[in-house]
């Protein structure tokens, strides 16, 4: 199927001599999809998919849903307990006296007996939609889909003395504006999320609904997303996998300060018999108002643990022993996948975001994408990330921060730790529009890569049409230094005791940032430090480089 894109004549108000436009009677050939949903979908070839595991994905069977989706989750005494006990241990508790609310989801099932709501934190199912308890502007927001395929802007954006800039494929136009979602420019530089956004609201069983008033600051809200080994299946044929889609909402009111924070989490072992492997398709929506402050702290540690020393060959292997590749390739948690979209849009003036996101779980494939729009003067965003990538593990970080009007700014700082035979990509965007003058912005990506056989694809980038900024951006990919190995060694501790305390150096920057409500004490077992540090242990490269030289410090 193909169509043909008109050429814009030159008395077009919307004609510019810089438009890339296609000649009479050329075919343009539309991304999968757009020709049945109006949306692209996923294709090993296109520009946001092009380093993740697109084969592997849909080859996969996650066909069936969680029995009694949408549903509340009952649970005995006897069983509440023991999931209490097992969230405290995975770190995935507040208590009610120390948080405003707390949500607890298993397999996609709101669980009363573990929340704790709120007027500020509640769980949203079916009925309150067709009941009409849903306002008209929440329901709006709530439609909104990402990478541009809902047109108009979450907030009107200054443009001049009188003018407003409602249009998102009209921005820095005639000549730099990206155009219609469906065109190829403009899908080039999509994160790909839409599509499983618009999966989402279709399938989604509820949503945490997290309300911050205006002029009120809070406790704590935590969110949290367990899964259990079978994915919540009473019943399904064997080999099938289910496909589980979080939602949550949350807006934050005029002069509002609050600490979001989302946590997933395995509920039991995934070696129980009865396991199905797990598509988490998670979507949340973050509004900010005038002058409101949020801080959100993402914390992804589905899919159980790598197998450690993948990296070598094995010698084991010749002894008659099973190799530890063979071993990774048969963990059940290799079959999951875990996607998670965060869209956030600051719509209020000096309105402020601030982001940790820890991605250290064990699924075989993951991908997280955040938006975020600055769409008001003063608007800040800061987004900080951590990419933990083992075993044979395929994982993908993209952000995307729009500044859309004038005086915006935005701090990013992004670390990966790639090692066994791991493949980990990131995508950093930063677009700067024509509105947006005055803008400061910065962003660094750094990324250890701890084994010969892991590979990092790191991007980050700068488009700016405005004329009046600051912006910095770049990137770096090493090993750890030898010279502060060296520095360490010199002091008393031995090599791996040196290289761990590198490692987790290399994280607590971004781990410093997670809410202290979720951090534990240094020395409790589940403490947040303590859960990365046996991660880390096992991406701890074994066996010499083959590749050696000088590289640049941590």
């Known amino acids: 199927m193909f169509c043909y894109k008109p050429v814009l004549s030159n008395d077009d108000e919307e004609w510019s001599p810089y438009q890339q436009n296609v000649l009479i009677g050329s075919p343009v050939l539309p991304a999968y999809g757009l020709e049945q949903y109006g949306l692209p979908t996923p294709r090993r070839n296109a520009e946001a998919w092009r380093h993740f595991d697109v084969v592997g994905l849909v080859g996969t069977d996650y066909s069936c849903t969680p029995t009694d989706n949408g549903m509340d989750l009952t649970l005995d005494e006897s069983k509440t307990n023991s999931y209490i006990e097992n969230l405290k241990t995975k770190g995935a508790w507040i208590d009610n006296d120390d948080c405003a609310g707390r949500l607890v989801y298993i397999n996609g099932r709101f669980a009363p007996s573990l929340s704790f709501t709120s007027d500020i934190a509640t769980n949203l199912c079916s009925d309150d939609f067709t009941s009409g308890n849903i306002n008209e502007s929440d329901t709006e927001k709530m439609n909104h889909l990402t990478d541009g395929f809902t047109d108009r802007l979450a907030a009107d954006v200054p443009s001049g003395e009188t003018e407003f800039l409602t249009s998102l494929k009209k921005l820095s136009g005639p000549d730099h504006n990206v155009g219609e979602p469906s065109s190829q420019f403009a899908i080039n530089n999509q994160q790909g999320t839409a599509c499983f956004a618009a999966l989402n609201s279709v399938r989604a069983g509820s949503v945490a609904r997290i309300n911050i008033p205006s002029d009120l600051e809070t406790k704590p809200i935590l969110v949290v997303n367990a899964v259990t080994a079978n994915g919540g299946l009473v019943e399904c ?230 004329d009046d900024v600051t912006c910095t951006h770049g990137a770096t990919v090493s090993d750890l230094s030898e010279e502060e190995l060296f520095y360490l060694r010199s002091r008393g501790l031995d090599r791996i005791t040196s290289r761990n305390m590198l490692m987790y150096g290399f994280v607590d920057e971004i781990g410093s940032c997670v809410d202290d409500a979720v951090q534990g004490h240094k020395d409790d077992e589940s403490s947040l430090k303590n859960r990365i540090i046996r991660r880390l242990q096992n991406v701890v490269p074994q066996g010499d480089r083959v590749i050696k030289g000088e590289f640049q410090s941590v």
């Open 237 to 466: 044929e064997n080999g099938k996998g289910v496909a589980i889609h979080p939602r949550t909402f949350l807006t934050a009111g005029s002069n509002s300060k609050a600490s979001f924070v989302q946590s997933f989490v395995d509920l039991d072992n995934s070696e129980n018999e009865d396991f199905h492997q797990k598509f988490v398709n998670s979507f949340t929506q973050i509004y900010i108002e005038n002058g409101a402050n949020v801080t959100h702290s993402y914390l992804e540690e589905t899919g159980g643990i790598v197998t450690g020393g993948v990296e070598a060959l094995s010698e084991e292997e010749e002894e008659g022993v099973e190799s530890k590749k063979d071993i990774e390739s048969r963990r059940n948690e290799l079959r999951n996948t875990h996607f998670e979209t965060i869209d956030v849009h600051v719509v209020g003036d000096d309105g402020s975001y601030e982001t940790a996101a820890l991605c250290v779980g064990g699924s075989g494939k993951s991908r997280v994408a955040i938006s975020a729009s600055l769409l008001r003067p003063g608007a800040h965003a800061t987004v900080n990330g951590f990419s933990l990538s083992g075993g044979a593990q395929r994982t993908d970080f993209r952000t995307n921060i729009h500044h859309i009007a004038q005086g915006t700014s935005s701090r990013q700082s992004q670390k990966n730790m790639v090692g066994g035979r791991a493949t980990t990509s990131f995508r950093g965007r930063i677009r700067v529009e024509q509105s947006a003058q005055q803008t400061d912005s910065e962003q660094l990506a750094r990324t250890i890569l701890l084994s010969d056989k892991a590979r990092i694809w790191a991007t980050p980038s700068l488009e700016i049409i405005a």
